[in-house]
């Protein structure tokens, strides 16, 4: 399954609560803060939620 690597460019400080809790529930808890997980349809609507404070690399297969 291929994977991706999702990394936190920015604070959800003055944004909607929602948008924390998308970054809370990626792994997410601080800028610079990456994780990795497989490339699935619920994982990339919560990275579309948030694509102003991520970015994400391809890793491929794994």
């Known amino acids: 399954m291929a994977k991706i ?3 936190q460019t920015g604070s ?3 944004l909607p609560k929602d948008q ?3 970054l809370k529930a990626l792994g997410l808890h601080r800028v610079r803060d990456t994780v990795d997980h497989n ?3 619920s994982i990339r609507g919560m990275v579309r939620k948030v694509r102003h404070l991520v970015t994400v690399e391809e890793l491929g297969e794994q």
């Open 20 to 22: 924390g809790r998308t």
């Open 12 to 14: 959800p400080v003055s």
């Open 5 to 7: 690597r999702v990394t």
């Open 39 to 41: 490339d699935v349809p």
